[in-house]
């Protein structure tokens, strides 16, 4: 790597107390068109029925927006400081701003040759997930909007694990997954509260809490052909944006754009829970002037959103990824562009590289 790459020689690993190794996941948000195949296969996997109803461990909204559950980036949660000494304070969103288990009339429409509009039937729903997708900001030629997924974090710090008086919550110590031990846990639902991401959720028929398992049978292979597979929303993702492995296995391309470019960052490091799974940020076109030309030097997506969002390092994430594609421009080679533009699931998916350990 030349010298204008590298962007630290001092890149740490800050991997939990007690953990041997630490999974991981990087978006790039440059692919994802908002499918929701993800989502799907999330929620046809871990929470069908049984209370989870309402649950999308896996969601996919739309940024700028108020997001599932509603205006959940300013429910509190998270640690005061670095210092992980003191959390904050937190609120368990009400139902209604998580959407309801709505009845479709599909089969009217699909079977019965209905010709009335699909909708929900006898409620008249007011949010949901996905209530504002692709309104973004702006306005025309300049409005904005991109998509962003949502899993739970496995954070290094998480404030769900500290918040539960029963440590029914706990990181695994061979993967750092953060799991409910369900025959701890009794509901009081102190983790929905502290999680600063709103990641974690509460199934009221089994009075627990639950949340995403990072497919954990599936990275073990206990699935029924008995191999390793990455986690469904991964695997299923028609763009392939998703590379799943862990933060320190230093020879995968993980490790490489979270601590050697420094082009994958955390959602809202801000909350200080110190997030496992990254973000490249979303690049855009420039502005465009009313007749119709390219506004030079001018983003589109405005940095001060993506700094709400990303912290303060995006913009060298995003001048690292400029600099590099132009490089690939000029015909030269460029590692960086190489791993993000990657489609060998040997490389996406480096599950098995501790295996002897």
Known sequence: MSTDDAQSEDTHIDIADGVDHQVAMVMDLNKCIGCQTCTVACKT???EGGGRDYMYWNNVETKPGDGYPKDWEDSGGGWQSDEHSEREPGEIPAKERYGGDWEFNHSEIMYDGSDEPLRPQNVDPEWGPNWDEDEGAGEYPNSYYFYLPRICNHCTHPSCVEACPRQALYKREEDGIVLVDQERCRGYRYCVEGCPYKKVYYNAAKKKSEKCIFCYPRIEGEGPDDEVHATACAEECPPQLRLVGYLDDEDGPIYKLVEEYEVALPLH????????VYYIP??????HSEDGESIQGVDRIP??????????????????????????????????????QDKNPAQQYRLEVFDDD
């Open 45 to 47: 996997l871990w929470t």
């Open 269 to 276: 490091p801000e909350f200080e829970t110190v997030p496992n």
């Open 282 to 287: 979303p690049y855009a076109p420039p502005q």
């Open 303 to 340: 940095r001060e959103y993506l700094e709400e969002l990303f912290g303060d390092r995006v913009n060298q994430a995003l001048d690292t990824i400029e600099r590099h594609r132009d490089r690939t421009r000029r015909g030269e080679d460029s590692e960086l562009m190489e791993i993000l």
